[in-house]
């Protein structure tokens, strides 16, 4: 297990790094409960403990039923780790949880979808409504938007809520 960047030996942990902790305990015994490899890395990212299960060199197939079709179980396995905090810590956890990188190609893939709509709407002056996302998903293309200077809205109702982009005002 690798712990969060900076000197966390001397300095007593900040809470996010203690939830990132209390996470990779969690997700660890979940893992030799499934008999399955991996490294877990824990980081602070944007405010949110950040925690990934790395697939060991070779094993990177096996750690596919963790996020199953389009992520549905890592979905599920971020809320029950979040919960696993919580139970811990007394606080909601807004913990962001990666399995073998998923989460991450999954947002340059929507930051490429952003800059796209980004693009029509700026040559147009239309708004744009994108495809129903999940929450991460809104709040990466709420989060790149909002770095080109537009402003975005959810519409709609779970599991449909999706992103409308608007122009600049």
């Known amino acids: ?4 960047s900076g000197d966390a030996g001397t300095a007593s942990p900040t809470r996010l790094e203690e939830e990132g902790e209390i996470a990779a305990d969690y997700l660890e015994e979940l893992l030799d409960i499934a008999d399955l490899d991996g490294d877990i ?3 602070v990212d944007h405010g949110r403990a950040a925690v990934e299960i790395v697939a060991e060199e070779g094993a990177e197939r096996a750690l596919d039923r963790l996020v199953g079709e389009d992520g549905e179980v890592l979905d599920a396995l971020q809320e029950l780790t979040r919960l696993a905090v919580q139970a811990k810590t007394g606080d909601r956890s807004r913990l962001m949880l990666d399995v073998a990188g998923f989460r991450a190609a999954r947002k340059a893939e929507l930051v490429e979808v952003a800059r796209e709509a980004i693009g029509r709407v700026q040559s147009s002056g239309e708004s744009v409504s994108l495809d129903p996302m999940n929450p991460f998903e809104r709040k990466v293309v709420h989060d790149a938007v909002a770095a080109a200077g537009l402003t975005s ?9 999706y992103v409308v982009i608007k122009p600049a005002s």
């Open 153 to 161: 809205d959810s519409d709609g109702v779970e599991p449909g809520r």
């Open 1 to 4: 297990m690798t712990t969060p």
């Open 41 to 43: 890395d824990i980081d």
